[in-house]
């Protein structure tokens, strides 16, 4: 039950419970971090949960700042925009080859280990200068004297780790140019000074197409990927084998544009495949955050070269919320903000907001409003502040114009969160607009699917979705076939809308309504039927004006 406020009590511009990006929101992660069961599974180096999976908002990268403020074990950070990978994307020359088909995944995956092996060898003996270098190799020498292979790995190191001293950024670099170097001298002395430009492949006979490409792929499978392995068993075995000494590499961010799409996409694979790999170092844990949606596109788009998901699961941490782990986050930030301000002792959520609204609890009618992460609870929370400021106190009326702002900015999040998957996100979601809470399919008419038809079967971007890829085959076909597209288009696009948690869908009379953050949910889009039900998520009912009665 609410307590009563002290007299001379108003809230003032600009509290708030915390922000919404990890990076800003220290004062508050610090002091109020709420562990759901991941933290310990994440700091456990024996524990194969290393990839943390989830969407924006949900809380990843606050596991990952928490690790580096409170582990008493040695923490590697590395930026994803810190790395010489433009360098690789901007290479002629591995542009060249790729473009002839040669496969340079053998490469990615050797430039990820690589750099992890150094990193950890750089760091577990201090390494910042040459004569600390070679105490190192002499050091390791003495340790495995009589083993050839571990020799073999150690003799790797040397040829290709002139610098352990210098930055990640012009490690990579110098292991990149390496085989660029090699690439390169071979072909000269095959075909002498060719234009090493993409557009050239067209100018090759097929005979010098498949002598190229035979020698590049024979440059790539001899990176000595061999000897790597050796290396990784030499780290494990002889280096980072004592137990009491754990080491972590973290890379946070990698959802941003530090590469171009494409190359990002190999490149995170490669990273998976790297961290299953050092999985053998038992007191080495590579850590790394990375976007639901965008986990699902590496997959999409590098699925022709080999890589199988369900090889790699072990390694995914799921994370998510449930109410009861909202409301204990929820009461420790606004404890934080109004400790002995507002009344003379601790505080919580009920001491400040009104016990109950619209049938429910406050704080469940907030929750509701959300997709059950804490970027959304602390959003809601923040312009409910922002409402009552040089007020006394907040009401159900404070809460429900908050929600006027809250729903539009949750609206315009979700549009820039799935941009690169759908990009024309927002005219689906116009199409809830005016509507009630709930509908059947059969409510959404021809002429408004044609509509949004009109709007996006222009765009011939490589990564159009199965909205628009269906849109165009409708404007393409003819009665009947053009029927079965556009039923087909109002399946893809609800279904685009359900996977995104605007909206939960009642499949059947005797189903119940699934949203996608439910465990058991199994909807695909061919189950969405003309009888089925719409129900629009109560997070943009208010920026949707849709009728609730």
């Not at 919404?20 to 069961?37: I, P, S, W």
């Not at 990952?64 to 690789?88: G, V, W």
């Not at 505080?347 to 009618?365: C, G, I, Q, T, W």
């Amino acid at each position: 039950m609410s307590q009563k406020a002290k007299k001379d009590f108003i809230f003032k511009k600009h509290m708030s419970i915390g922000e919404v990006d990890a990076e800003n929101d220290q004062k508050f992660l610090k002091n109020c971090f709420v562990d759901n069961g991941d933290y310990e599974v994440l700091e456990d180096t024996e524990s194969p949960q290393s990839i943390i999976v989830g969407r924006t908002g949900v809380g990843k990268s606050a596991l990952i700042s928490h690790l580096i403020n409170n582990s008493q074990h040695k923490i590697i950070e590395i930026e994803p925009e810190e790395l010489a990978l433009k360098h690789i994307s901007n290479s002629t020359i591995l542009t060249f080859f790729e473009s002839l088909g040669v496969n340079l995944d053998i490469f990615y995956n050797l430039l990820w280990q690589h750099t992890f092996a150094v990193e950890l060898i750089k760091s577990r003996y201090s390494i910042t200068d040459e004569s600390q270098k070679r105490t190192f190799f002499t050091k390791i020498e003495q340790l495995i004297s009589g083993n050839i292979r571990k020799k073999e790995a150690l003799d790797y190191l040397e040829n290709w780790g002139e610098s352990f001293w210098v930055s990640t950024e012009l490690r990579i670099k110098e292991f990149t140019e390496k085989l660029e170097s090699s690439l390169k001298a071979g072909l000269k002395t095959k075909l002498g000074n060719i234009d090493l430009s993409s557009d050239s492949t067209n100018k090759l006979t097929e005979e010098q197409k498949s002598e190229i490409i035979h020698y590049g792929k024979k440059v790539v499978n001899d990176v000595q990927i061999k000897k790597l392995s050796k290396i990784i068993n030499l780290l494990a075995d002889d280096i980072f084998n004592d137990p009491q000494r754990k080491y972590f590499i973290v890379i946070d961010r990698l959802d941003e544009k530090w590469v171009e799409d494409d190359l990002r996409y190999k490149l995170i694979r490669a990273l998976i495949e790297s961290i299953k790999k050092f999985r053998k170092i038992e007191t080495v844990k590579i850590i790394i955050t990375l976007r639901k949606d965008l986990l699902g596109r590496v997959i999409e788009k590098t699925r022709d070269s080999g890589f199988q998901l369900e090889k790699y699961k072990t390694l995914f941490l799921n994370i998510g919320w449930d109410k009861s782990q909202l409301y204990q986050l929820i009461d420790k930030r606004i404890n934080k903000l109004l400790k002995y301000k507002y009344i003379s002792s601790e505080v919580s959520f009920e001491d400040v907001f009104p016990s109950r609204m619209d049938k429910v609890s406050a704080l469940d009618y907030i929750l509701d409003r959300t997709l059950l992460r804490p970027r959304d609870a602390v959003m809601f929370i923040n312009e409910c502040l922002s409402e009552a400021q040089n007020k006394t106190e907040i009401t159900s009326s404070i809460i429900k114009s908050a929600e006027k702002s809250y729903s539009l900015e949750r609206k315009e999040s979700l549009e820039y969160e799935w941009f690169v998957e759908h990009k024309h996100l927002k005219v689906y979601i116009d199409i809830l607009h005016d509507r009630k809470k709930n509908f059947k399919v059969s409510e959404i008419k021809k002429e408004e699917l044609e509509q949004i038809i009109l709007q996006i079967s222009e765009d011939k971007s490589a990564y159009a979705d199965d909205v628009i890829t269906t849109s165009q085959l409708y404007l393409n076909s003819e009665y009947p076939q053009n029927d079965t597209y556009l039923r087909m288009l109002k399946q893809k696009l609800l279904f685009t809308l359900y996977k995104v948690g605007i909206i939960g869908i009642k499949t059947t009379g005797t189903s119940s309504v699934k949203w996608i953050h439910d465990k058991t949910q199994d909807i695909t889009y061919q189950k969405i039927e003309n009888s089925s039900v719409i129900y629009i998520h109560k997070m943009l009912w208010r920026t949707l004006a849709i009728d609730t009665r």
